[in-house]
């Protein structure tokens, strides 16, 4: 099997690492001369060029959302299939739709940041017991999803299957909005005595404001209806907590802080028992929305094993 | 020397252990009988009403800010050093104007929490280079700030001067905020396809959101004020923020974004050299007000070492 990789920073030269642990053909392709470099020196075929891959059975798309547009006009003649690994789906999936219409498009993403970047910081087990989104959209073939199940899960991934906007929304809860959380934290505790005081929590909450600038913009921006639904419902939240602030009266907040107390306890979920199933589109929803995962697809892709989280006990 | 520590939890625990290690005669007191039984069996001298530490020349309060109401009244003869370790200085320097109006009073905070609490939890040495602000308000006495001070350098920890309002301005910011978000970002990530998501911005992000709702009602709910001031500055900050975000135009929000990456990158701050300074008023709020801290008190009490944060860099 021929798969090619486009981007090779950490994710996408991890891609290179774990598809040649599975024996695949892999090509890695990237503009920048350098992550060439590098990649070529570590054993891999390179490309400078998206065309260059017409090739392969698959093709993951692993370059930052503001490049996609570009890769994909060169992708425009594509028949096989196509993955991404881009942190907002609904977006991406309009611009395959209008750029690649031929291509079997299964949009991904697999949740594996790391605080290092580049292909240098890449490595084959990243993607080991991670949550890898794969999009089940309306107009998602099944069996191209399936397809690119049984590989993602061949990659160690846990494969969560969500319409996109699902996606997009969940991911603007638990990454986007606490992005912008941590830099508004920071920028609000920017005075002296704030940065000599601030200890534990101020370093907790505040670590993924150290991100690239660049990266958190494309991210947030790239994503912003969801991340606005999302801040908007926060703050009514914040609204309804700063009413309950009352120092005469502290036990008025308790049990909105103690619902959250026993969700964080309760996190992350435990992983259930291993179940068959057959693979419809409806299962696969119900799955995903359960919080529940797919970890193999049967050798002839009838049926999927499944992982739902177990009991929240905190 | 005699001190006396109310409140025989993670802080006053360590208080014991590190008060003996400076060879002081230390005797700590709790309601809870088994915290009494825990640091009897390490060897310290315990007992249950604070009435019985009057002969103490200092005594630390490291009870909850709930229960400083009652110690206070057990305490209200007392003319000696008397210093806490709550959260919030404005309340308790209130209280205790009320309640022990003429023990001499030096509202203190150490930036010392852990995940773990208790007794079982304390070790002597939980104060190194922690940040721990002494209150300087216009009615402290500069020698009692000194002699508080000399002994909390002496702890290991920066002493950091600071108005009470300033302290709880600050801390509201670095740690009460943090705490009210990593609540409410749990509470809206509760659904299961979320909490399968989830990976290091929120596990980092939330992790606060863990400690009991108890404590964390205690320390918000008692700086009301300052807690509402801080949100009502962040929430607008976020407004900003979202108003930036642009799908079309992702470097909109890049230099709201690369403020905090420039300010996160530079925290911790480094310390300047020690310098030697003469105490007055004045200079000691301008030190705090400037990030900086003493880390120790001339033998006769009239100069003190003091450290500046190094230069910002990134």
Sequence with gaps: MRAGVVGLGLIGGSLLWALRRLDYAVVGCDVDPEARAL??????????SPRELDGAEVVFLATPLPALPGVLAQLSGRTGLLTDVTSVKAPVADLVRRHCPRARFVGGHPMAGKETSGFAAAQSEL??????VLCLDDDTGLSDWTRTARLVCALGARVCPAP??????????????????????????????????????????????????????AMCAGNADSVRAA????????????????????????????TAQHHRLAWPPTAGSPQQAPITRAALLELGRDGGWVCAVSPDGDAVTTVRPGPQVT
């Design 231 to 258: 801040l908007h419902t926060l703050r009514a939240d914040l609204d309804a907590a700063e009413a309950l602030l009352d120092p005469d009266a502290p036990e008025a907040i308790h049990d909105w802080l103690a």
């Design 127 to 132: 993607f080991d017991d991670r949550a890898w």
């Design 164 to 217: 996109s906007a699902q996606h997009d929304a969940a991911v603007a809860r638990v990454s986007h909005v606490p992005h912008l959380l941590a830099a508004a934290v920071t920028r609000l505790a920017a005075d002296p005595l704030s940065r000599t005081l601030a200890a534990g929590s101020f370093a907790d909450s505040t670590r993924v404001a150290a991100t690239r600038a660049a990266l958190t913009a």
């Design 39 to 48: 990649a070529s020196d570590a054993g891999f075929d390179v490309v400078s």
